[in-house]
């Protein structure tokens, strides 16, 4: 445009009369106007059932500016799956039934005491393998559970014996009157054993308690598998060998000598900076989640709740003493003799109240006196001892040189799962549970076929090759 046009349409505009500029989208036409008007006389309509006042002036307010409310059959604003969410639900306890198919309870006694093993068990199958899995200190057998499940779900005819060492989970232990069968009370009794002797005893006789209890004749192969302590138990009950050959193999979880030793020394510190008490067993499962103890929500909704016991309104929120534990089950009324009322958690009269709160079912700050010799040459039994070796860690910074050496003159197999916590076989069971199953068929000699000598079944007017194939 020239200035001549530019000079001559500003004297035009010049001319004509003012008005202000519309705001977007309010500019109509006549016959548009006349329609506002008749609309703005009708009533407004009433709101629907699903819709409350808010909705409802909203929606007014949205046709005067021409914005479009969404119909609420669209969903458009549904969390997404996956959000973060309050829902309480979603720490509610799993029952043990989704992954064993049941549990056994296996009395034993001794001159000095009366035991009541408790193991989670689901029974192998057309001469499957049986996994023997041993937890860790301060943990049950419901450690294993999720990764159970995964062993299952990869060898159909496999079985999982999961056990309760004493002083955890279910497995009730009283010590005896010499000669009678009388239980002691908690002040004779002392401190609960828990040597490393003694736990791979236990572990033994639970394997051969369970034997004649499901009615085996022989016991099948097996994979002998251990997290933190129960590792160091394994290992030394493949080193006894009282299990013969049915053992196959045995697997350690997350535990090193070196490392283990070293982790004591702030094992104290660790224990204080725990709560001592839940709300309840939700609360519990939140705690374990949330400071990331276990990674994997659905393993601690499973396993969190056998950690914590009740505490009655009348007694201490103290943990429960290692020297005395009352039986869960009530199938087992008769076979244990009433605990004397002097134990802090001994049911009351008001027993029948609903629990307050919840503490520690096994106090770990009094097995304080077993710590060191729980994992005292465990490096050396781990690569001396008969049968395939497997160790599983979360980190390759926790090999001491033992090991290191070992593993460079491959005298085992070693897996790193560097996403995972401590709690490996929980944090990420599924890749725990293909691991073992791996294991278990390179050690499986059932399943091995030699091959045949070379010029075997000449005779015959065949010749076969070194692997068997016939040569033609």
């Not at 009283?174 to 000669?179: A, D, H, N, V, Y």
């Not at 004779?188 to 828990?194: I, T």
């Not at 009352?326 to 609903?354: F, R, Y």
């Given at each position: 445009m020239?200035?001549?046009?530019?000079?001559f349409?500003?004297?035009?505009?010049?001319?004509?009369?003012f008005?202000?500029?519309?705001?977007?989208?309010?500019?109509?036409?006549?016959?548009?106007?006349?329609?506002?008007?008749?609309?703005e006389?009708?009533?407004l309509?009433?709101?629907?059932?699903?819709?409350?006042?808010?909705s409802?002036?909203?929606a007014?307010?949205?046709?005067s500016?021409?914005?479009?409310?969404?119909?609420?059959s669209?969903?458009l604003?549904?969390?997404?799956?996956?959000?973060?969410?309050?829902?309480?639900?979603?720490?509610?306890?799993?029952?043990?039934?989704?992954?064993?198919?049941?549990?056994?309870y296996?009395?034993?006694?001794?001159?000095?005491?009366?035991?009541?093993?408790?193991?989670?068990?689901?029974?192998p199958?057309?001469?499957g393998?049986?996994f023997?899995?041993?937890h860790?200190?301060?943990?049950?057998g419901?450690s294993?559970?999720?990764?159970?499940?995964?062993?299952?779900?990869?060898?159909?005819d496999?079985?999982?014996?999961?056990?309760?060492a004493?002083?955890?989970g279910?497995?009730?232990?009283?010590?005896?009157?010499?000669?009678?069968?009388?239980t002691?009370?908690e002040?004779a009794?002392g401190?609960?054993?828990?040597?490393l002797?003694?736990?791979?005893?236990?572990?033994f006789t639970?394997?051969?308690?369970?034997?004649?209890?499901?009615?085996?004749?022989?016991?099948?192969?097996?994979?002998?598998?251990?997290?933190?302590?129960?590792?160091?138990?394994?290992?030394d009950?493949?080193?006894?060998?009282?299990?013969?050959?049915?053992?196959?193999?045995?697997?350690?979880?997350?535990?090193?000598?070196g490392?283990?030793?070293?982790?004591?020394?702030s094992?104290?510190?660790?224990?204080?900076?725990?709560?001592?008490?839940?709300?309840?067993?939700?609360?519990?499962?939140e705690?374990?989640?949330?400071?990331?103890?276990?990674?994997?929500?659905?393993?601690?909704?499973v396993?969190v709740?056998?950690?914590?016991c009740?505490?009655?309104?009348?007694?201490?929120?103290?943990?429960?003493?290692?020297?005395?534990?009352?039986p869960?089950?009530p199938?087992?009324?008769?076979?244990?003799?009433?605990?004397?009322?002097?134990?802090?958690?001994?049911?009351?009269s008001?027993?029948s109240?609903?629990?307050?709160?919840y503490?520690?079912?096994t106090n770990?700050?009094?097995?304080?006196?077993?710590?060191?010799?729980?994992?005292?040459?465990?490096?050396s039994?781990?690569?001396s001892?008969?049968g395939?070796?497997l160790l599983?860690?979360?980190?390759?910074?926790?090999?001491d040189?033992?090991?290191?050496?070992?593993?460079?003159q491959?005298?085992y197999q070693?897996v790193?799962f560097?996403d995972?916590?401590?709690?490996?076989?929980?944090?990420?069971?599924?890749k725990?549970?293909g691991?073992?199953?791996?294991?278990?068929?390179?050690?499986?000699?059932?399943?091995?076929?030699?091959?045949?000598k070379?010029?075997?079944g000449?005779?015959?007017?065949?010749?076969?090759?070194?692997?068997?194939?016939?040569v033609?």
């Amino acid at each position: 445009m020239s200035d001549l046009q530019r000079a001559f349409a500003k004297a035009k505009l010049a001319g004509l009369p003012f008005n202000p500029p519309m705001p977007p989208g309010t500019l109509i036409e006549d016959e548009d106007d006349e329609q506002l008007e008749d609309d703005e006389l009708r009533p407004l309509p009433e709101p629907s059932p699903d819709d409350d006042s808010s909705s409802a002036s909203s929606a007014s307010s949205a046709s005067s500016t021409g914005t479009i409310r969404p119909s609420p059959s669209k969903h458009l604003f549904v969390r997404p799956k996956g959000y973060p969410t309050n829902d309480r639900k979603a720490l509610d306890p799993l029952p043990w039934t989704d992954y064993f198919s049941q549990e056994l309870y296996l009395p034993h006694i001794t001159p000095t005491a009366r035991t009541v093993f408790h193991v989670y068990i689901t029974p192998p199958a057309n001469k499957g393998p049986l996994f023997v899995t041993h937890h860790g200190a301060g943990s049950s057998g419901l450690s294993f559970a999720v990764c159970a499940s995964e062993i299952k779900r990869a060898v159909p005819d496999a079985g999982i014996l999961s056990v309760d060492a004493r002083g955890h989970g279910e497995t009730v232990y009283q010590r005896l009157k010499p000669g009678t069968l009388e239980t002691l009370g908690e002040e004779a009794g002392g401190v609960l054993d828990l040597s490393l002797e003694t736990l791979s005893e236990d572990l033994f006789t639970m394997v051969q308690l369970t034997k004649a209890k499901m009615g085996w004749a022989e016991l099948p192969g097996m994979i002998l598998v251990g997290h933190s302590l129960g590792g160091a138990v394994v290992v030394d009950a493949a080193k006894q060998g009282k299990l013969g050959n049915a053992v196959l193999g045995y697997a350690v979880l997350d535990v090193v000598e070196g490392s283990a030793i070293d982790a004591l020394q702030s094992m104290q510190t660790y224990l204080s900076s725990r709560p001592t008490t839940f709300p309840s067993i939700s609360a519990g499962i939140e705690w374990h989640t949330r400071t990331r103890t276990l990674r994997n929500p659905l393993s601690a909704r499973v396993s969190v709740p056998s950690l914590l016991c009740p505490v009655p309104p009348s007694a201490s929120p103290t943990p429960t003493p290692l020297s005395t534990y009352t039986p869960i089950s009530p199938s087992l009324k008769g076979t244990l003799t009433p605990l004397p009322s002097s134990s802090s958690l001994t049911p009351s009269s008001n027993a029948s109240l609903p629990p307050t709160s919840y503490t520690w079912r096994t106090n770990l700050a009094a097995t304080h006196p077993f710590w060191h010799s729980w994992f005292l040459s465990l490096s050396s039994k781990f690569l001396s001892a008969r049968g395939g070796k497997l160790l599983l860690l979360a980190g390759t910074d926790r090999l001491d040189k033992e090991l290191m050496i070992g593993q460079m003159q491959g005298k085992y197999q070693l897996v790193v799962f560097p996403d995972a916590g401590h709690f490996i076989q929980e944090d990420l069971p599924g890749k725990t549970a293909g691991v073992l199953v791996d294991f278990w068929r390179r050690n499986d000699g059932r399943g091995l076929q030699l091959p045949r000598k070379v010029g075997e079944g000449v005779g015959e007017g065949k010749r076969e090759g070194i692997f068997g194939g016939r040569v033609v």
